[in-house]
């Protein structure tokens, strides 16, 4: 006789079969994608979820009658039932917001790439927040020093346009199909409120500042709020090393002259990996330069050791993602099983 363990694990092996092939016609590119293929797909799931939650329902049912006395002993194979029982739950529980998730990428509609993520970053209160931590995080006036380095003080770039610019480079990240473990760079990050905002989209976020005590302020700050994502280097980036190390590089008026910035600007395109997403806001002599190895996305992001065509080609794939943040298997505090192939093909999140 099958075990109820069995029939759930036979159920979530069907299930895991369907989400793969599903997340195959996911994964097409959106122009290219058949909306059909993923309706027909997500049927087929659709048409397991009351076997699966028959089953769950079948069984809670039964170990709620036999199963008191022995749980209590600990016996092993109660364990492992309820423990399956349960993970099955958790999946099921999930399925409207997988629904809901796939039906996103049947036809998805374009949104450019410099589209502000939502109305919550021009919310009074949060603007107001952002430049209390601005404040808080590095009190310090510029040093000599930094100033005749040619280095411009500590102005903070406002925070909808900061945040515009960092969904764009997710977006360009989801489009890679690299958001995972992504490695953020603020040049001249100041106190570094801009490397603690960027830890909302990338996984590891580093500032590079030249003033000393900006610098120890921002150590200080990413210390105390968010050590083990954010950190703050005093250093020179104009003769940093390891701009091969970023997938997304930012820097926002760090020096007051334009051929110190042309020099910046050159250091950093001939480091970064090629695909990296620089992103320059400020106006400047960083327009496409023959000596520049990058093309431009869409002013001011620019990809690295591309051409102007690859840079196109990936805007428009960027432009079919959502303008949110993708939830992935490890970021559910359970194992999703089935689900996982669609959250890992996903570029939309389930809302
Ligand atoms: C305009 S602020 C930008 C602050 C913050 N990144 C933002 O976007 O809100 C420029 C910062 O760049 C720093 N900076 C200037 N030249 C630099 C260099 N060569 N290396 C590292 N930091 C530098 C300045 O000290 C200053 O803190």
């Known amino acids: 006789?099958?075990?109820?363990?069995?029939?759930?694990?036979?159920?979530?092996?069907?299930l895991l079969g369907l989400a793969t092939e599903l997340a195959a016609e996911m994964a097409v590119p959106a122009d290219r994608r058949d909306g059909a293929a993923i309706r027909r797909g997500w049927e087929r799931i659709e048409l397991q979820r009351r076997r699966a939650s028959a089953l769950l329902r079948r069984e809670r049912r039964r170990g709620r009658d036999?199963?008191?006395?022995?749980?209590?002993?600990?016996?092993?194979?109660?364990?492992?039932?309820?423990?399956?029982?349960?993970?099955?739950?958790?999946?099921?529980?999930?399925?409207?917001?997988?629904?809901?998730?796939?039906?996103?990428?049947?036809?998805?509609?374009?949104?450019?790439?410099?589209?502000?993520?939502?109305?919550?970053?021009?919310?009074?209160?949060?603007?107001?927040?952002?430049?209390?931590?601005?404040?808080?995080?590095?009190?310090?006036?510029?040093?000599?020093?930094?100033?005749?380095?040619?280095?411009?003080?500590?102005?903070p770039m406002p925070l909808p346009q900061f945040d515009m610019l960092m969904i764009a480079a997710y977006r360009l990240l989801l489009a890679q199909g690299r958001t995972e473990g992504a490695r953020f760079l603020d040049v001249g990050s100041g106190g570094g409120t801009k490397v603690l905002l960027a830890s909302h989209y990338f996984a590891?976020?580093?500032?590079?500042?030249?003033?000393?005590?900006?610098?120890?302020?921002?150590?200080?700050?990413?210390q105390l709020v968010a050590p083990e994502t954010c950190r703050v280097m005093q250093g020179d980036g104009l003769t940093f090393e390891h701009y091969g190390d970023y997938d997304v590089i930012y820097f926002y008026r760090p020096l007051n002259e334009d051929a110190l910035l042309a020099?910046?600007?050159?250091?950093?395109?001939?480091?970064?990996?090629?695909?990296?997403?620089?992103?320059?806001?400020?106006?400047?002599?960083?327009?496409?330069?023959?000596?520049?190895?990058?093309?431009?996305?869409?002013?001011?992001?620019?990809?690295?050791?591309?051409?102007?065509?690859?840079?196109?080609?990936?805007?428009?794939?960027?432009?079919?993602?959502?303008?949110?943040?993708?939830?992935?298997?490890?970021?559910?505090?359970?194992?999703?099983g089935?689900?996982?192939?669609?959250?890992?093909?996903?570029q939309f999140n389930g809302g």
């Open 263 to 336: 020099r910046l600007e050159e250091r950093i395109f001939t480091q970064a990996r090629p695909g990296t997403i620089i992103l320059a806001p400020y106006n400047t002599s960083l327009r496409p330069r023959p000596d520049l190895d990058g093309a431009k996305v869409a002013d001011p992001v620019f990809i690295a050791g591309v051409s102007q065509r690859e840079a196109d080609d990936l805007r428009r794939k960027a432009e079919y993602t959502g303008l949110e943040i993708v939830r992935r298997p490890r970021d559910f505090p359970f194992d999703t």
């Open 66 to 155: 036999s199963d008191a006395g022995e749980a209590r002993a600990g016996h092993k194979d109660v364990r492992d039932r309820k423990k399956a029982l349960t993970q099955l739950r958790q999946r099921i529980d999930m399925w409207d917001q997988m629904r809901d998730l796939v039906a996103r990428h049947v036809a998805p509609r374009r949104v450019p790439i410099r589209t502000a993520r939502t109305l919550a970053t021009e919310d009074g209160l949060a603007i107001l927040l952002h430049n209390a931590v601005y404040l808080l995080a590095n009190p310090h006036t510029q040093t000599p020093e930094a100033r005749a380095h040619g280095c411009f003080a500590d102005i």
């Open 204 to 222: 590891a976020c580093d500032g590079l500042e030249y003033d000393t005590a900006y610098a120890a302020a921002g150590a200080r700050a990413m």
């Open 338 to 346: 089935f689900w996982s192939p669609i959250l890992e093909a996903a």
């Open 1 to 14: 006789m099958t075990t109820s363990v069995q029939q759930a694990d036979t159920v979530q092996a069907e």
